[in-house]
């Protein structure tokens, strides 16, 4: 079975700071990563994807992402964030012929101005 | 394009009613997932649908729960005598097939299902 662990429930850092979500995944073969954002009141929304190729992916809104798989991790990244950012964050995983999305308890980002 | 649909956008009921919520995904996707939301439980997968077929209902909490798909397209998730602990946010996603590993699922913005 996979899952995912977002060790941090809440991360706060100052506008214009960089930013970073945490994300450890665990998986029988390989893993295919998803991060989504969640607004107030609202569903989740596709930040990026890694499926397979390069270590570093980006994604919308200038956010990235780092697949390590020796320490089975897949950490979210943004060099300057926005108040705009302010949000719940989670991770997900999916495996070969597994449709369903296991997704982390999610990480509540907050941004001050 | 329009996006995954869902309705009602909140729902409150009595306990031991039965509700449907309803989705409607984005056209031409023929994959359509439901999950729920819940303080307690984080975001909890309940049923795949491939077209009109259901091959993975091994989310679904009990046998109060039910959903079908017809004409390839909408989908009802019906919870019949409905709990307390039944109260949460119910999320349908969509795809454009389930076996396409590299598509991600795109979501609508939920039920809010409250049960008094």
């Known amino acids: 079975a996979q899952s995912v662990a977002q060790p941090e429930d809440q991360v706060n850092v100052a506008e214009g700071n960089p930013l970073t979500v945490k994300c450890t995944y665990s998986?029988?073969?390989?893993?295919?990563l998803f991060w989504y954002v969640q607004y107030p009141n609202r569903g989740l929304q596709f930040l990026l994807k890694y499926i397979t190729g390069d270590n570093l992916v980006k994604g919308s809104y200038g956010f990235e992402a780092e697949f390590n798989k020796s320490q089975t991790s897949f950490h979210l990244k943004k060099p300057s964030a926005l108040v705009s950012d302010s949000a719940l964050y989670f991770c997900a995983v999916r495996v070969l012929n597994d449709y369903k999305l296991s997704f982390g308890a999610g990480t509540t980002v907050t941004v001050r101005a | 394009g329009a996006g995954v649909s869902q309705s009602p956008s909140n729902k409150v009921t009595e306990k031991g009613k039965d509700v449907e919520l309803r989705c409607d995904p984005i056209?031409?996707?023929?994959?359509l997932y439901w999950y729920r939301q819940s303080l307690g439980q984080g975001l909890e997968f309940l049923i795949y649908?491939?077209?009109?077929?259901?091959?993975?209902k091994s989310g679904l909490p009990s046998d109060r729960f039910s959903a079908e798909r017809t004409g390839g397209s909408v989908s009802t998730l019906t919870i019949q005598r409905t709990q307390q602990e039944d109260s949460a946010v119910y999320l349908c996603?969509?795809?454009?097939?389930?076996?396409?590993?590299?598509?991600?699922?795109?979501f609508g913005d939920g039920t809010r299902l409250s049960i008094l």
């Open positions: 649908f491939q077209g009109n077929s259901a091959p993975d």
């Open positions: 056209s031409g996707h023929t994959a």
């Open positions: 998986v029988s073969g390989n893993p295919y």
């Open positions: 996603a969509s795809s454009p097939r389930g076996g396409m590993m590299n598509q991600p699922q795109h």
